[in-house]
């Protein structure tokens, strides 16, 4: 059973541009959460998508939005790029929207310059 | 607001020993505690959990411990090896996938 794939595995973009990151879950997962790591601020929530409905939305601000398709795949766009934005963007499927066994894919490198 | 604090930063052992990793939650609501293994490069991999109705859970080398009326829960690994070096991230959750994480703790295994 393949594992969930992010595209791409890294990314350069400059302050201002904008950038869409993509997911694939683990077929027959359903819900698709995102976080965002870096070396200060750890792992923290960006949002969760379970049939295409976002369910829970962390503490970023309104340029980073998501949706999930109606094959479960989810993307995360963020518009208007700042050099804070530099990460590495992890998505996590699951197989059903309570049982919170999360499975990362290998996440997306976003340098911002 | 939840908040999930981790101890310690970071950890050094000789193999063979054991190591303890304590996390402390916030949200009285939090009802589940995955522990997640990140090694250098690579994605977070779930190495055990527990929900609040439990006490305790063990598998193998590894344990994990909830004390629900102090709101910590802790990582036991026994016999520890080289390759049990990693960053360790505990986390708490009251719901719909939504983990909050501690800011880790780097294990190094010494041979």
């Known amino acids: 059973k393949a594992g969930v794939t992010q595209t791409p595995r890294y990314l350069i973009k400059t302050r201002g541009q904008q950038v869409t990151l993509s997911c694939s879950p683990i077929?027959?997962?359903?819900?698709v959460s995102w976080y965002q790591q870096t070396p200060g601020q750890g792992l923290q929530f960006l949002f969760e998508y379970f049939s295409e409905t976002q369910r829970n939305k962390g503490n970023f601000p309104g340029r980073f939005s998501g949706r999930q398709f109606s094959n479960s795949r989810s993307e995360m766009n963020v518009s208007t790029l700042e050099l804070g934005d530099s990460a590495l963007y992890l998505c996590?499927?699951?197989?059903?929207?309570?049982?919170?066994?999360?499975?990362f894919g290998s996440g997306t490198q976003l340098s911002v310059l | 607001g939840e908040n999930v604090e981790q101890h310690p930063s970071t950890l050094s052992v000789q193999e063979g020993d054991s190591a303890v990793i304590k996390c402390t939650y916030s949200d009285s609501a939090s009802n589940y505690f995955p522990w997640y293994k990140q090694e250098l490069g690579k994605r977070p991999q779930l190495i055990i959990d527990i929900r609040s109705n439990v006490g305790e859970k063990k598998d193998q080398r590894i344990a994990v411990t909830l004390n629900k009326t102090a709101k910590h829960f802790s990582l036991h690994i026994t016999e520890t090896q080289p390759e049990d070096s990693a960053v360790y991230f505990c986390?708490?959750?009251?719901?719909?996938?939504?983990?909050?994480f501690g800011a880790g703790t780097r294990l190094a295994v010494h041979p």
């Open positions: 996590a499927s699951s197989l059903s929207g309570d049982d919170e066994k999360l499975f």
């Open positions: 077929s027959g997962h359903r819900s």
């Open positions: 986390a708490g959750s009251r719901g719909y996938n939504k983990l909050i």
